[in-house]
């Protein structure tokens, strides 16, 4: 096949790629788009005069902050264990972290009824004390926390993980405790990691809808009022709370893009590629790709020894 012949396959295989994504592309920025394009500065105007539209935007944007704030205190811990430490049931506790993704969020309002409500497993003991979780703003929280706690685990994981554990080693040589290596060296330096988990969990928990209703259907939410004005009102009447949710969303999305972006930029500038191509045969090569494989597979390689 010539080098011709190549470049016209070459070029009807990005073609049909190109298309197939642009379809999706599409698939998602048209809803975006037509909800933007119906919002008028009455519309704006219609959501902040609303006393209702504001409470259930600030309860909205402060029990998922609320959410994570609290998930932070377990979650950045259990993220440093699950990058950092090699333990039995390692897979299984990822598995766990994971599993809300993948749980209808209907289902797990009913799970979480099952054990935070006045007949639950936890709920019967907790009420005598004055904690209650149905229908008030723990409920909204606790049914946010556990939907979009995977966010805030998964990237605070791979954040830690890319911090190189020799500066851990060298902090504690020098005398330092793991209490302060963590709070002096992993922390900074996978800190921005960590916070990109907590904006995609606090975006995560805003948009909560399925788990909220059924756990604490009052104080209504956002996404709960949008629910019941168009049930009962029709799309003009839900439309001004969308409208804010969406704009929400997409600020959310610009920061979160920015700070990952300022990260690589920063990662490129300490890490510059000044090196030469390596053969597959070069003794440094096969160095490389024997330590890679040593260190997936858990085995700890020695100087002079390996």
Not at 123 to 148: C, H, K, Q, Y
Not at 166 to 192: K, N
Not at 233 to 262: D, E
Not at 280 to 293: G, K, N, Q, S
């Amino acid at each position: 096949m010539c080098a011709g012949e190549r470049a016209v396959k070459h070029k009807a295989f990005d073609l049909v790629f190109t298309i197939l994504g642009g379809v999706l592309l599409l698939f998602i920025l048209l809803p975006l788009v037509s909800i933007l394009l119906r919002a008028t500065p009455r519309t704006f105007w219609q959501a902040f005069t609303d006393p209702e539209v504001r409470r259930a935007i600030g309860l909205t944007f402060g029990a998922a902050a609320l959410a994570t704030a609290l998930g932070s205190l377990g979650g950045v811990p259990l993220a440093y264990l699950l990058a950092r430490r090699r333990f039995r049931a390692k897979r299984l506790v990822e598995g766990l972290v994971n599993l809300p993704v993948v749980i209808p969020h209907t289902a797990a309002g009913v799970a979480l009824l099952l054990v935070f409500g006045r007949r639950g497993l936890l709920g019967e003991w907790l009420e005598p004390l004055g904690m209650t979780f149905t229908d008030n703003l723990a409920g909204i929280v606790v049914a946010m926390l556990f939907v979009s706690l995977p966010f805030l685990v998964n990237l605070s994981r791979e954040a830690i993980a890319l911090v190189d554990s020799e500066l851990e080693a060298v902090a504690l040589a020098d005398g330092a405790s793991q209490w302060q290596a963590f709070a002096y060296v992993t922390l900074p330096l996978a800190f921005r990691g960590i916070l990109s988990g907590m904006v995609m969990m606090w975006a995560r928990g805003i948009s909560e809808f399925g788990a909220v209703v059924i756990l604490a259907y009052h104080p209504k939410i956002a996404p709960v009022l949008i629910y019941e004005r168009f049930e009962g009102f029709g799309l003009a009447s839900a439309l001004p709370t969308a409208v804010i949710l969406v704009l929400a969303a997409l600020l959310v999305f610009s920061l979160l893009r920015a700070v990952l972006l300022r990260d690589m930029i920063e990662w490129c500038i300490e890490n510059p590629v000044r090196g030469t191509h390596l053969t597959a045969d070069d003794p440094r090569m096969r160095a490389l790709e024997a330590y890679i494989t040593a260190q997936r597979s858990g085995t700890v390689m020695s100087y002079g020894k390996h």
